[in-house]
């Protein structure tokens, strides 16, 4: 059975070393002390190791059941669920007003990880009642904010999202689910969703569903529809639970992974529900909790691609096979282990490269949304939105990836499910998928964000790495670092331009791009990170640390990240200024 | 449910417009008329589709059992095989005088992957069978090729390969099992393997083990393994079954996938075995074996990404999602076809150039081996020799990578179980896998085949592609071919360049590049195929063919392979030229 060790020392690092968050200015932040945060982390990463981890293999071969309409979960889920909640990890960073704990999100974030890593389909039920209550923070009426968050803070009452119908997932205008006016101001709410994770469930008392739908006579396609809090069991005035709503299981999916959480068909039969924030702008209340959750999604990429690192590295130490060419490492044992292999160290420095430098990607990220919040930052806002459908799209397609080289690594053992790899492997791959396809992310990124307000924050983007050169340029010891970034970032930019140019004359050829230069773009950031991250570890060891091999370890893994991965960035860019011709080239019959 | 067309109109392209079969000079290659070949291709064909691709996902959802030692195939199993054998398909390429029909291996192949797409699991049966009789064949004395090979050319007797145990996958060597010699001739075996397919099951009468292992006393090491032919049932001197032998099946495996193969453990108990070539000559009998084993693999690779992408196609023209951004192409509907997003393009053309691509490939591949056996052709001999970890490899992970991007197509429906998808994933991982993970193929490629008769074959392929480039050199209608393949092709070599020179310093150079110059290879591989198909589809255009669609179709493609795939290999150069210093900079501790 895979193992879990949470990497605190790893977040402490980014925390302070790297993004410096007690020097960030942000209200509150100066009491960020690394003592104080090495406290949190260290006991949701003792949650993780000792409550979720053994679970994660449980979920996958038990899977949820359906019976009678009641979702039941995995052995132990409910009892695990107990614990997070009675440590009030749930509301960590949520608003002490409903009974969060009000700590950032960065914060919020690393302790996220570390609950994905040890069990994304556990930690699912959780965060998406954290996206469906941030909704509700955002654009709720000050009744519903009453009624419903401080349950859903609590996790005493889950939450789920519920976008996708049979006919439409990405393109939502088509929806069909209707929303009838009532009298008395609610809705009779009517229609079919599939998709819905944590749609059912034996953990909370009641769940809130967030249903789109559309209002009779509203505008056609995507501008009629609206968002509504669709109860399982109705909220009495005071706050008691009334009876059931009409909202009931039509079915649990079989997946490839995931099977601890409960992926849901919804029917929703005249349910009744409440308007959350205003009529026909509903996709706009829903990104509140899209944009979280694609966060989220790009961390879970991250989580399952350490989760699986750790254990391939485990295994390529313990397992003893062949000879290490220029000479045995082992002389006394049977064979040497599998770490001294040229090929698996490329392997495992993919993997270890990808983690740390996604790390730091995802918490820089979560940072700015503590500026942009906490703050008033409207650059950092406007960053992260830019930066969004990147963490979603390139994390998740290479923590893919990198779930793939650590099943690889233990050979046949890596596909039979006793070892527990290919769980990795299935889990990791719906990360590409939900939350909006990675390909949608694309779309996103390059037919809007990169011309959102005028362009500004990629412009921003791009004077940031400037000036992080710029800074370090002089400094011969940052060379091998600022020099490859340098190239990497000239590649984004020509691709940009590309865009700007080609584009114009026809949108294809940006559209045929986006897929290349979303990775484009990650590489760059990841490039930023690692080039950040060795000059913290500079810092560290010319500050005299007692921890020489962590911070050469460190140079070490930025110099394999400029060697050997940031060099994609050339061919992104050239399937880019290749265009739109040699993909658009066939009729459709003709394929 | 996914459906399968089987590509007998491309393979037909592929024999006889790129290939051109009849002209090869092959003894009997000349009656090889389109006519003929189409028959039988057609006749597999049907076979595929009706038959086998049907019980795939039965076989998926069912998987095997284990009761009272017996292992049973899913439902439906068992009558397939049973057309399969009265077809006579086993023995397709097999020799006659042991009841095959003597057919080239190139048709073989092409067969073998409709097979394969259609139903990898339950192809594995015969694919094995096939492998273990050839190594009867080539290492087998008279008395033992009477014995078994009429029943294995059948199938009535299925064969199976013992290579693994708990502790040694690669590194075979360490092999616990035993062969005591017995006064008869025969020999004790005892010890245990695992991950055998198809090492139990209830298709065949008998069951026919080749089995590896030491005989005491001999060798140390890789070189005192001994291969031995153990049935499940011995076999009187009259041919007919005797009792039981000391064989038995321990565990049936659970895996990601294949599940409808029988992955088994299997114990020896002092089982009867014979003597299978030379003692303490295993390895070299084995690999008989192994290598047609190995492009038997590629292709799986190449067969699954295949029938994933005729499905991902055929939803991305069926599915309604959006509207293309240069004007609607189905006004009259509620939005159009998927296909008409330059993302699902972008990704359906990588899947599209790289299944057509690989057919060639393995066709080529497959045809080369005819020209060593049919043809005593010593240079193809060595080609195909140096191609096998080629094939292998590069065929499976891109295979793989492609099966994700068809899954990712359907966005959630990809990931549930009921659309079939996430099967091809599953499947498909396995080949990356067995027969000797691709890590090794890379080993294998550049710690013994680049150097191997003095670097003769790589020289020759170089030749090869060099000659191809001079002969249309000329021709203006090439030049978009010729040129990007003259680039990688010089990738390549400057690759095997840094390897002889830096390699000869430390040999970590070379392997730590290994991996990555397998994928340049196979890059330039699929390169000079698309030059020679697009060059195939000039000239067929040139001589007034009837099908102008088909032909400017493989035009386009063979197009896309060259601007948008080919750049690839500039970043294996880029990662290969960066050595082993990156690669093996950390202590195995600091990881």
Known sequence: MPSYTPPTKDMQFILHDMLKITESGIPGFGELEPDFTKAILEEAGKLSAEVLHPLNVVGDSEGCRLENGVVYTPTGFKAAFEQIKEGGWPGLDMPEEFGGQGMPHVVGAAVGEMFSAANQAFTMYQGLTHGAASAILAHGSDAQKKTYLPKMVSCEWTGTMNLTEPHCGTDLGMMRTKAEPQDDGSYKITGQKIFISSGDHDMAD???????????????GIKGVSLFIVPKFLVKEDGSLGERNGVSVGKLEEKMGIHGNSTCVMNYDGATGYLLGEEHKGMRAMF????????????????????????????????LQGRDVTGAKNPDGPADPLIVHPDIRRSLMDQKSFVEG????VLWGAHLIDKAHRAQDADADGLISLMTPVIKGFLTDEGYDMTVLAQQVYGGHGYIEEWGMSQYTRDARIAMIYEGANGVQALDLVGRKLAQDGGKHVMA???????FCKEHGEDAAMAEFVGPLKAASKDLQTAGMYFMQEGMKNPNNALSGSYDFMHLFGHVCLGLMWARMAKASQEALAGGTSDVAFHETKLATARYYMARRLPMTATHLARIQSGAEPVMALEAANF
């Open 461 to 467: 983007f791009f004077d940031m790495v400037k000036a």
């Open 288 to 319: 509140t909790m899209m944009n979280e959750a694609r966060l989220g999604v790009g961390m879970q990429g991250l989580a399952q691609a350490d989760a699986a690192y750790q254990n391939a590295l485990e295994y390529a130490k313990d397992r």
């Open 358 to 361: 996604a790390r730091a990607f």
């Open 206 to 220: 009641n769940i809130v569903h967030l249903v789109l739908a559309k209002i009779p006579g509203g505008p056609e």
